[in-house]
């Protein structure tokens, strides 16, 4: 579990508490319910990272609901977009193995993120990742209801493949982009899993290796942004 379903799921249960002290249990039913939602909400499941060359993997859960060509910088890109609804995990990955190169808060509107606008005018944290001689970047967008974006790693650090990089708070959209000589592995509405799914193969240019002594803190705080 994500560390914040623990303070979440403990508030809920102190003010419960405090209710049923105050007033009568049954009334203390509706905040026992939220915490347990807070907990099954931010959890944070084991997957399975695939491990080949190439591999650009989804950086959350949810549904694939663009899968298109954008222009960005001046560069036409591939961009897959996946909506998060409340009930999907929303713990965010890294798509691909490399070192962060850049990461830029952006804020904005909180537009519903299934609109194709929410993409440019929604708050949201962009992040570039460069590895096996390929740039990647993938964006947390806040939705309707997210207010709230959390990334834990910062410009330099190296992260592998599917490695959990923070997450989005109550409904969402993540978005990547790559080079267009990738070779795309889903389709509009279908379901993906951060971490698991591979969204797309790119050709490896050069092989990623770690710089000698360099190495990511796992236990690194890292910042978070809200409105």
């Known amino acids: 579990m994500a560390r914040d379903g623990y303070f979440y799921g403990i508030g809920c249960l102190l003010a419960a508490g405090v209710i049923a002290w105050l007033a009568a249990w049954p009334y203390a039913i509706p905040v026992l319910l939220l915490g347990a939602f807070c907990l099954w909400f931010f959890r944070d499941p084991e997957r399975q990272i695939p491990t080949f060359p190439g591999a650009v993997v989804s950086p959350g859960d949810g549904t694939v609901t663009d899968v298109s060509l954008v222009t960005a910088g001046g560069t036409p890109l591939n961009r897959i977009s ?18 962060i190169r850049d990461v830029r808060y952006q804020r904005g509107k909180f537009l519903n993120a299934m609109g ?25 967008i806040a939705g309707l209801i997210a207010r709230r974006i959390v990334f834990t790693r910062k410009v330099g650090d190296i992260v592998t493949r599917g490695e959990r990089v923070g997450l989005i708070k109550f409904g969402s959209r993540v978005d990547v982009l790559f080079d267009r000589d990738a070779a795309i592995q889903v389709k509009l509405g279908d379901r993906v899993h951060g971490g698991a799914t591979v969204l797309a193969v790119l050709p490896v240019v050069q092989s990623f290796a770690h710089p000698v002594g360099v190495g990511a803190s796992r236990e690194r705080e890292g910042s978070t942004w809200k409105s």
């Not at 998060?84 to 490399?98: C, E, Q, T, Y």
């Not at 194709?116 to 947390?140: D, L, M, P």
Request: glycine share 6%; charged share 20%; no cysteine.
């Open 116 to 140: 194709a606008n929410s993409a440019e005018e929604n708050e949201q944290n962009i992040v570039t990742v460069e590895g096996e001689g390929r740039t990647v970047i993938f964006k947390q």
């Open 82 to 99: 996946i909506f998060l609804s409340v009930f999907d995990v929303h713990v965010n990955r890294s798509p691909i193995a490399g070192v």
